[in-house]
């Protein structure tokens, strides 16, 4: 089998820190430029999962790479190159404290609050008599805080702006970019036959500016349903037909795992990992309507190491 990168140890040019998420590396270029290399480490439930995905790491950052380059008209983005297939260079910013996520549907997160008798998510109130995965009259945004360790946790507009977490000038300005975001978002899922249900942004501040940061309506920060077939199934209660990281959570539940303390990560054999790649990659192809490319895959370290060099030389 085709070997996952899950760990990387790098020294760039100028490099000041590197921080290890978990999903990716992200190296410190003299706090000018950030490099991100998105490994194939793969985590639910804020777990990091014991063995990596191959040819995750590329599709997440290929399919980053592409829509920040679709919506740079709406919001400037960090980017600035993907050197290698699994790395991104962009402009270092200061992250805001709080992710945006906007909701189409309800499904996920918010429906098992739902369904648990909740009708209010981030100050957002919800109607009765909802169904799983029914559309939203209008789409909800339903901000988490950042955690630097364990779960990130849902607050609303009015708390984020009590804790002083961001002025209210910037909120304001981030909900205008979410919605205009998941706007161009869903017009682009359309026309490949999908519906962009949920997704997440990040953002960060340079110079005094807004920048959009991180990834974006990747299958790790969105989940997709298929749009055929969707009204069919919403009115006789079936699952949806889904592309995202839903799968991989689903199988994690039905193996008795959740991230609760004391469960156990179920054994992901040799088998189920190459399925996984191949959902994968799936996804890639479906999001972007483009044919998947597999890298050169001999030694992806020391590939990944040459190209950011050797980038970094001619931009520093």
Known sequence: MQNAIVETNFSF???KDVYKGKVRDVYNIDDEFLVMIVSDRISAFDVVLPRGIPFKGQVLNQIASKFLDATADIVPNWKVATPDPMATVGYYCEPFKVEMVIRGYLTGHAWREYKAGKRELCGNPLPEGMVENQKFEEPLITP???AVVGHDEDISREEILRQGLVSEEDYIQLERYTK???KRGTEMAAEKGLILVDTKYEFGKKDGKIYLIDEIHTPDSSRYFYADGYENRLRNG???RQLSKEFVRQWLIENGFQGKE????PEMTDDYIARVSERYI?????ITGETFQKAKAEDVASRIEK???EYLNRIL
């Open 13 to 15: 040019p100028r490099q």
């Open 144 to 146: 988490t805080t950042k």
């Open 180 to 182: 205009a975001l998941f």
């Open 238 to 240: 079936e699952p949806q």
């Open 262 to 265: 004391g469960q156990k990560v």
């Open 282 to 286: 799936e996804l890639y192809e479906k």
């Open 307 to 309: 190209n950011v060099t």
